[in-house]
């Protein structure tokens, strides 16, 4: 990485941050920084990571000793001159300066550059001169007869001798050595020497001055100049003269005068301060003269002085001068001899002194406070001197004869005081000494004579004026009565200091909610101490109030928010009492672009369509795309820079955009319109369009910032909107229109598409919204309903892509109507059927359709509800359908007989001879007009009634009333058996008889009824001798009838207080039922005196009299008298509404409006209040009261009797509104008041007195039927009216300005940037201007505010126009603001802090906007660093470089690493190497100079802290470190980081597996086992790397760790054998049993074929000093006989089973495992006993027989034979039955056959059974006897005896049932 350096001599080199990490060398030290001219200097460099590049070199020879592979070049004007040496010593880099052959480059500065093999980048470069430098000089000074020392040094200056060295001064004789030379430059007595010194970078000159003269007029300074000879040969042998030293300062210096007043009388002593005044540096030599000159006369008075020391001189004032007059001073120097004066008007206009002024009388040097409070109250101090001196009171205190006056500048013209507030005198308020003066300033309204009452303003400037009345006057203050000092200025403002933080993020918002605070001064002063505003620069700060702690008048706090430009310092502006604000209403004004509309490929607007395109998509775009996309919007044209500061984006993918500018039709603005280019996408894309705005940064790169969204989409499609008709024939052709959108653009053929078929090329509309086309020819099927879609053929021929849609056409014969719809029951009557294609046929070769000729079909009816057929289907032909493929009627339709009455019925028609696919084609199905609810309804059909009194579906009358019922089958003979046989039914009022008049009417009387009630009304066909019963109701909606008439209001519905006013009760059918008089109700039961107008309908009385106001009548009735009405209907009233709303009447006034409801500030407006009832005779007076909504303002209740007043009405009040009574922000609550004299009046609404207004109702009326009553309509929260006083914005339009043009309102539209000029107009601004010049109503300004912005400037008040003209600022990106008017603003520059001009002021009360950070690339790296991070955010520009800080000091582990701004929104550093973790991110920012590095504010750079975190990812370590060859795999890799990635991979023993997160840093490493060992190799030790995928990108991290496999090994078990009968736990310990299969299948396998279940456990055994005792445990039970049958005792090899995904295998080494059994036992034998010849079957009975290896019966004594298997006649084999016989309750058994023994007599032997394959034996207790086979008699018959025990029957069933069970064992 190069490295660019700078170095400014005589200073240290930039040294980068503590602790921050950079790349390739990095040079620190040059020394020394000059070298001789003809070369040879040894330069040393010192720096760090020099010797980096050479661990790069690799391959590259090695470098002769002593040299390294470094290259330095030096390079002045085109010449290049290699370094003859370089030496590296491992910590520092030397090399010899080489000669340049040019004279020129004396002195000059040369370019050094250093390269690192292979030289192909130069790793830095330096300035370095070549001659010499100067760094200081001791004295820039001297005095005019010489003597002083003077020296200077520098670098390389001992490369010259004192005669080489001359320093030359101008004087009027010419140029003049400034040291003293003796006879010459070199010579013996010459003062000028060189000292050199050790490191030749510090070399001296120094010499003796020699006298010089003082200048005459103007600077003391003289010009120096050093002049050089090198005596050098060709080509140094030149002369140089250098202007390398400051100009040096010749003679006295006069600095100050002390004290600089004294008694107007003078004769005091004084002091000239200053320097040089001796002539010689060791003597003075010569006198001084002072000289006082007035200033206003001139008059010029010398005084002699007196030289004490070398910066001293006294005088003593002269007298004669007036009071108060200001003395110029000056003083010069002559020779005591010749009188001549040497150096003369001392100090001269250049000095920091001129002029130096002497007063004679009081001097003001400070008022302190310079500021305070608007509404007075502090105590100031005025420091001075000489308040005293001089003066005499003459018996008097010298405060009754001094005098304060705050002469408001305003108000007079400069130097004038004829306005002025005076200071009070009081002792506790006023105080004075020689040096100072204390007053208490007055309070805000003293009664000063001003046009608008003598109101101090905000900001107002007082200059302070002090008065001595015992001095006599003079010219000096001739404008005031006495003599007057004027002090200084004192300001009514209040102050701000500070604000904390200084600092804060510019964005972006809502950025940081740091709360900050402000420090000052005079806040809490009620005069303005409400709604106080903070800005920074044009951002306002949220929240903002004064501290409410502590000292509420020092501290300010709010909520930081940001939204400035960073890098900038910006004014923090806090404004005071800024209720003066107002907002327009419905205006807002957008920063930034704006997208209106996308058209379509073809330049018309997109439909919105709330159904079909609610979004407004633009359809029709080719999926080839590069077509242009047209977006309407505004604030384009604030991007269009070369290149364009915007792009397109669809689907985040940049595409081609361009600007043009063109006339939109709907606004008729020249506007800029965006165009983007289409990319190619997929047919049915809907893609996403966006903008991206940015601008250019200082780099000239895009800073890509904001994104603006299209709600509109591109969609490459076409939209199916609509398609008619939706049906046709079969046979095609029928013409179909579709219509939609995006059926334009490139396409070249259309064609609409109805099921698989295309239509003939379509025609298409210019706007691509409608095609024409038809169906296909014989390409439907009959009856079939296909989807339709258009075809879009491109240009070429390509395929097409299809438009689907969710509409179908349906091909042949729809029925949409029946004619007649309704018939009679009966049936039998013709109707026809109405539709389309009936004859819908075609003959056709081709598929679909092969044979079609309808000659006949068949027409069903069916039960609407049930689908059961109505009587028997009818078969038509062609002959019975009139038209021809249009609107067709199918005739001669008999209707069939019904069911039932009110039936519905529907019609299918079935075609009989069409080629159909499916059978259902075949039937078509009518459909119900949408009009109707039935197909075809069956009977009589009620529809509508009529009556005298009818309306809204209600008939009015009485018992008797006549209604008309119309209709339609009234007569059907089905339900009509003549007269009588229908009735009408009134609901519960039962039926009466209805009269027929024809089929479609009849009519029918009322019966007697209830008062007021309705009941629902239908017709009933009930006649014995009619075939069906029926009843009809009107379907849509139920017909009614009331019983008596109804009321509907009651006008005027209020009125006097006394009552008997009329009124009038208006309703309907007051003329019905006989109705003769009618009455109105009232709470009073006796009804007055009414008049009833039947024809009007309405009933008129007047209302009861009445004592109260605020009363109200509820339920107002009438009451009806008729000679119809029973007794019982004496109740004949009514009180409510049709709608069941009650009528009221209301006594007292009634108020309708207040006008105007927003007034001026200043008031002097009316107040109108309309109404009724204002001058009721209850009342004698009214009045006005206008009630504060802020309690802390006073409230003002008008006292003016408006009763007889011109401006007092019975409808109108008019009120006037007070001058100057409300404060900023003031909102009253208006409302008229009323006086009634007491008595009785005042026994209603007592808590109101004498007075009287309105207040709310306390209850409502119940709104049921109820007799009237009175209720009271008062006592709850008075009624008023808001009245807001402040102006009211009208419009805001915008002009010119950097802002897009025309922007229409409601929505402005600016620039980000701002600049937009508006004007805002308002209703009236008159209270804050005037025409007066004093600026009386205050600043006459008003500044504009955009939401939480303000404009930069105040702008003045048009007074004729009432409006303002502004300029928007700076906004966010995006934002939609409110337009609003801050007027007449309280803020001064006292209570700004401004901000910095300059950077290299250090002001620590300066505010700032620091970047801000959004995103990270990627939250984190591996740790071998070295990767690329770029984070986002903003603000990134305004500075020249900065670090990437890791981690937190506050922990310990920060380190940071050099970054590049690459544009305004993106920082990148490249991370350095660093153990995993997961450390804070932030940015140092820093602003450069030419020489320097110094940050730009306070020395500091601009930290960002982030909020961000960078983790290095990595892996630390596996666990466990061992695992089993033949378990599942699972282990955990440990490390950091990994929650940053999606997903994982494990690589083991290079095999991929699965992979899980545990959290950030573990992740579990599964799947099935890897088979990476072998009985060859058992053990194997393999690598774990971890695949970590993240955004796609695979990561590999590698365990240093390896992971060992093992195959199971055993190595010990406990116990070591088992019993075959009781299982017992073995525990077996070894290694590499589980791995990570905790859940796995593992078995302990005993021998062949006998497993048992284990557990593993992952605790080991053992401590890790003792590798071979580390063993896992696996446990197990011993098998059983009674698990495993097979079991049998003795020793076996014990292993472990693992169930492995690829077969099952057991562990590699073997234990031996015993199984006995313990005591078998005999505990009988059945038989026992047999024949000799043998063969008897033996059951062995007895206890522990299980788990032998070879069963045998022994018969007799054992041979001495070892082996007793060599006796067969004594040794047999058994067989072991598991299950048991009967006889031993299924115990087992031994089973076996005796052996023969031939004997002679009966003989016992002894019996046993071995179960080990005779190696031992168990007795029997019970010996088996042999017995003698019987010889046969003749008759066949033995002799023999049976054997004992058994009869032969018995012996037979015995020997059965062993030989069954033998072979059962012997199966087994």
């Known amino acids: 990485m190069d490295a660019d350096i700078t170095v400014k001599y005589g200073s240290q080199f930039l040294v980068l941050a503590p602790e921050t990490y950079h790349y390739g060398p990095v040079l620190k030290e040059v020394f020394p920084p000059c070298g001789r001219i003809t070369g040879g200097t040894i330069v040393t460099l010192k720096g760090d990571n020099f010797d980096e590049p050479l661990a790069q070199i690799g391959a590259l020879p090695l470098p002769a000793e002593g040299e390294v592979d470094v290259r330095v070049e030096v390079v002045f004007n085109s010449t290049r001159e290699l370094s003859p040496s370089v030496v590296f010593d491992g910590e520092q880099l030397l090399f010899v300066t080489p000669t340049l052959f040019s004279g020129d480059t004396f002195n000059k500065e040369v370019l050094v550059e250093v390269y690192f093999r292979p030289f192909d980048a130069r790793a830095f470069s330096f300035n370095f001169f070549y001659g010499f430098t100067i760094d200081s000089v001791s004295s820039e000074a001297g005095h005019q007869g010489g003597g002083d020392r003077f020296s200077f040094t520098g670098c390389g200056l001992s490369q010259f001798t004192p005669a080489q060295i001359s320093v030359l001064t101008n004087t009027a004789a010419g140029p003049s050595q400034l040291c003293f030379r003796g006879a010459g430059p070199g010579t013996g007595a010459d003062s000028l020497g060189v000292v050199a010194s050790d490191t030749f970078a510090e070399d001296r000159v120094e010499c003796i001055t020699n006298p010089l003269p003082c200048t005459d007029s103007g600077s003391r300074e003289r010009e120096l100049a050093l002049t050089l000879t090198p005596g050098l040969p060709p080509p140094f042998e030149l002369t140089y003269n250098v202007s390398a030293l400051p100009d040096y300062e010749v003679g006295p210096r006069v600095d100050a005068i002390s004290p600089p007043n004294g008694a107007w009388l003078g004769g005091q002593t004084v002091s000239i301060l200053g320097e040089f005044f001796f002539r010689t540096a060791s003597s003075p030599s010569w006198r001084v003269r002072v000289i006082f000159e007035d200033v206003l006369t001139g008059t010029r008075i010398r005084r002699l002085g007196n030289i004490l020391s070398d910066t001293l001189i006294t005088t003593v004032t002269p007298t004669g001068l007036p009071f108060g007059s200001v003395a110029q001073v000056s003083v010069e120097f002559f020779d005591p001899v010749t009188a001549a004066v040497l150096c003369a008007d001392l100090p001269r206009a250049a000095s920091p002194a001129y002029p130096l002024l002497y007063t004679f009388g009081p001097v003001c040097s400070s008022v302190s406070p310079a500021t305070g409070k608007l509404s007075g109250g502090n105590l100031v101090t005025i420091a001075g001197s000489g308040f005293l001196e001089g003066r005499s009171t003459a018996g008097s205190s010298f405060a009754a004869v001094t005098s304060v006056r705050l002469c408001l500048e305003r108000l007079n013209e400069r130097g004038q005081c004829e306005v002025f507030e005076p200071v009070s005198k009081r002792f506790a308020d006023f105080s004075i000494s020689n040096d100072e003066i204390v007053f208490r300033v007055p309070g805000l309204r003293q009664g000063v ?181 047209r977006v309407l919007g505004a604030g384009f044209e604030e991007f269009d820079a070369e290149p364009l500061d915007l792009h397109c984006l669809v689907d985040g993918v940049p595409v081609a955009a361009r600007l043009e500018r063109e006339v939109v039709p709907e606004t008729g603005f020249d506007a800029t319109v965006l165009v983007c280019v289409s990319p190619p996408r997929p047919f049915g894309t809907e893609a996403l369009l966006e903008v991206e705005f940015g601008r250019v940064c200082a780099s000239g790169e895009i800073d890509s910032r904001q994104r603006v969204v299209a709600s509109q989409r591109l969609r490459y499609e076409a939209r199916i909107d609509t398609v008619e008709p939706s049906f046709g024939v079969t046979s095609g052709g029928t013409p179909v229109t579709v219509t939609g959108e995006g059926f334009v653009g490139a396409w070249s053929d259309y064609a609409c598409v109805f099921g698989a078929f295309a239509s003939p090329p379509a025609d298409v509309s210019l706007e691509g919204s409608v095609l024409r086309c038809e169906t296909p020819r014989e390409r439907g099927q009959f009856n079939t309903d296909v989807a339709v879609s258009v075809l879009l053929s491109p240009e070429g021929g390509d395929e097409g892509f299809r438009a689907l849609s969710n509409h179908t056409f349906h091909y042949g014969p729809v029925c949409l109507d029946v004619q007649p719809n309704n018939g009679r029951i009966r049936g039998g009557y013709a109707v026809s059927l109405v539709g389309y294609g009936f004859l819908d046929c075609v003959d056709s070769d081709y598929t679909p359709i092969t044979n079609c000729e309808i000659e006949n079909f068949v027409v069903h009816w069916r039960d609407s509800e049930t689908g059961v057929l109505l009587g028997s289907s009818q078969r038509l032909g062609v002959q019975d359908v009139l038209g021809d493929f249009g609107l067709e009627y199918i005739l001669n339709l008999t209707m069939p007989r019904a069911s039932q009455c009110q039936q519905h019925a529907y019609a299918t028609i079935e075609y009989l001879n069409v080629d159909v696919e499916e059978d259902s084609q075949r039937f078509v199905q009518c459909s119900t007009p949408p009009e109707r609810t039935d197909f075809f309804h069956y009977g009589p059909r009620f529809e509508r009634q009529l009556s005298t009194y009818h309306r809204n579906g209600v008939s009015y009358g009485w018992d008797g009333s006549a209604i008309t019922f119309l209709g339609s089958n009234f007569q059907d003979p089905a339900v009509f058996a003549g007269a009588g046989s229908v009735q009408c039914r009134f609901g519960e009022r039962g039926l009466r008889p209805a009269f027929v008049v024809d089929d479609t009417q009849l009519t029918c009387q009322a019966p007697p009824g209830i008062w007021n009630e309705v009941v629902e009304v239908d017709l009933r066909w009930d006649s014995p001798s009619a075939e069906l019963k029926c009843v009809a109701q009107r379907e849509v909606r139920g ?89 019982q209907q004496g109740n004949a009233y009514q009180t409510t509404t049709e709608d069941a709303d009650v009528l009221t009447y209301f006594y007292g006034p009634r108020i309708t409006s207040v006008t105007p409801t927003a007034l001026r500030l200043s008031g002097g407006q009316r107040v109108t209040v309309t109404g009724e009832g204002f001058k009721d005779p209850y009342f004698d007076g009214v009045y006005c009261d206008f009630l504060a909504e802020d309690p802390s303002h006073p409230s003002d209740v008008g006292t003016v009797d408006l009763f007889r007043s011109p401006q007092f009405t019975d409808t109108q009040i008019v009120c006037e509104v007070k001058h100057f009574n409300h404060p900023c922000g003031a909102v009253d609550h208006f409302r008229p008041r009323w006086h009634r004299p007491c008595g009785n009046k005042c026994n209603h609404r007592t808590e109101l007195g004498e007075w009287y207004y309105r207040t709310e109702g306390t209850t409502d009326p119940s709104n049921q039927r109820l007799l009237p009553y009175y209720t009271d309509a008062g006592g709850g929260d008075p009624i008023t009216e808001r009245l807001e006083y402040g102006p009211v914005i009208l419009e805001v339009t915008p002009e010119e300005g950097d802002g897009p043009a025309g922007s229409p309102q409601p929505t402005l539209q600016s620039w980000t940037s701002g600049g937009l000029r508006v004007t805002v107009r308002a209703d009236d601004l008159s209270d804050w201007v005037t025409d007066e010049e004093d600026n009386a109503f205050g600043s006459e300004h008003a500044l504009c505010l955009f939401g939480d912005r303000r404009a930069a400037e105040l702008s003045p008040i048009d007074r004729t126009t009432h409006s303002v003209t502004c300029v928007a600022p700076p906004g966010v990106f995006g934002s939609d603001v409110s337009v609003g008017l801050l007027l007449d603003p309280h803020f001064t520059d006292a209570t700004t802090i401004a901000a910095l001009e300059d950077p290299a002021i250090d002001d620590v009360h300066a505010f700032h906007w620091t970047p801000f950070a959004t995103a990270i690339s990627t939250p984190w790296g591996s740790t ?371 052996p023969a023994n031939r004997i002679d007599r009966t003989t016992s032997v002894d019996f046993r059974v071995s179960l080990d394959a005779g190696k031992s034996f168990v007795d029997s207790e019970v010996p088996f006897t042999y017995t003698n086979v019987p010889l046969c008699n003749e008759d066949g018959d033995s002799d023999a005896a049976a054997p004992r025990g058994l009869s032969s029957r018995a012996l037979l069933l015995a020997l059965l049932m062993l030989s069954l069970s033998l072979a059962a064992a012997l199966r087994m």
């Open 449 to 629: 004579r001003t046009p608008v009452g003598g109101n101090r303003l905000f900001g107002d400037v007082a200059r302070v004026f002090v008065g001595f009345e015992d001095v006599p006057a003079n010219a000096l203050a001739s404008n005031l009565n006495g003599s007057y000092v004027e002090c200084s200025e004192y300001r009514f403002t209040p102050v701000v200091d500070s604000i904390s933080p200084d600092r804060l993020e510019a964005g972006p918002p809502p950025g940081s909610a740091d709360a900050f605070l402000i420090s000052g001064r005079d806040f809490n002063d009620a005069a303005y101490n409400t709604d106080v505003r903070v800005d920074i620069g044009v951002v306002r700060q949220d929240e903002v109030a004064l501290y409410p702690q502590i000292d509420a008048d020092t501290t300010i706090v709010g909520q930081a928010a940001s939204g400035g430009q960073s890098g900038r310092s910006e004014a923090v502006v806090v404004t005071f009492d800024t209720c003066n604000t107002t907002v327009a209403e419905g205006v807002s004004l957008h920063y930034g672009p704006r997208i209106d509309l996308v058209l379509d490929p073809v330049g018309n607007e997109p439909s919105l369509s709330e159904d079909r395109n609610p979004r407004q998509d633009s359809w029709g775009w080719h999926p080839a795309g590069g077509q242009d996309v």
């Open 1039 to 1127: 017909e009614l009838f009331h019983y008596g008439p109804v009321i509907d209001s009651v006008r005027p519905d209020r009125g006097a207080v006394a009552g008997l006013e009329p009124i009038t009760v208006s309703g309907f059918a007051f003329g019905c039922c006989g109705i003769e008089e009618a009455r109105c109700m009232f709470p009073s039961l006796d009804e007055l005196e009414s008049v009833l107008d039947a024809d009007a309908e309405t009933v008129t009385c007047p209302v009861p009299p009445n004592n109260n106001v605020d009363r109200q009548i509820n339920n107002i009735g009438v009451r009806f008298l008729s000679g119809v009405f029973g007794v």
């Open 1424 to 1794: 071998a660093g070295h990767e690329t991070l770029t984070i986002d955010g903003g603000g990134f520009c305004a500075y020249e470089s900065v670090v990437c800080v890791f981690g937190d000091d506050a922990f310990e582990n920060q380190f940071s690493v050099e970054g590049d701004i690459v544009n305004d929104n993106t920082v990148q550093c490249v991370t350095p190497p660093h153990a995993v973790g997961t450390f804070d991110v932030a940015l140092d920012f820093c602003i450069t100079t030419e020489l320097s590095a110094e940050c730009r504010f306070h020395g500091e750079v601009d930290r960002v802290r982030t909020g961000l975190t960078f983790t290095y990812a990595g892996v630390t370590g596996i666990f466990p470190d061992e695992l089993s060859a033949c378990a599942d795999l699972d282990l955990l890799v440990l490390g950091n980081g990994f929650e940053r990635f999606d997903s994982f991979q494990c690589e083991v023993a290079g095999q991929r597996t699965l992979a899980q997160r545990v959290n950030d840093t573990a992740v579990r490493c599964f799947g099935p086992q890897l088979f990476v060992v072998d009985h060859f190799e058992p053990v194997e030790c393999n690598t774990v790397a971890l695949l970590a995928t993240d955004n796609l990108r695979v990561h590999r991290f590698d365990a240093e760790t390896r992971v060992e496999f093992g195959l199971p090994q055993l190595l010990r078990v406990d116990p070591e054998q088992a019993d075959v009968d009781r299982s017992s736990e073995i525990v077996i310990q070894g290694r590499y049993f589980q791995g990570a299969d905790e859940d796995g299948s593992y078995s302990c396998v005993f021998g062949d074929g006998i497993e048992t279940e284990a557990d593993v456990s992952f605790r080991r055994i053992g401590n890790d000093d003792d590798d071979d005792a580390l063993r896992e445990v696996i446990r197990c039970r011993s098998p059983t006989l009674r698990s495993h049958p097979q079991l049998t005792v003795g020793r076996r090899t014990l292993e472990v089973k693992f169930d492995c995904d690829k077969g099952q295998e057991s562990t590699t080494s073997r234990l031996p495992f015993t199984f006995v059994q313990s005591n078998p036992v005999i505990e009988g034998i059945f038989p026992d006993s047999g024949f000799e010849t043998g063969g008897t079957s033996i059951t062995v009975f007895g206890t522990n027989f299980g788990g032998g290896t070879g069963y045998f019966c022994s018969f007799g004594e054992v041979d001495d034979d070892d082996d007793p298997r060599n006796n067969p006649n004594q040794l047999v084999s058994a067989v072991y039955v598991a299950e048991g016989i009967e006889e031993s309750n299924g115990d087992p058994v031994l089973v076996c056959r005796s």
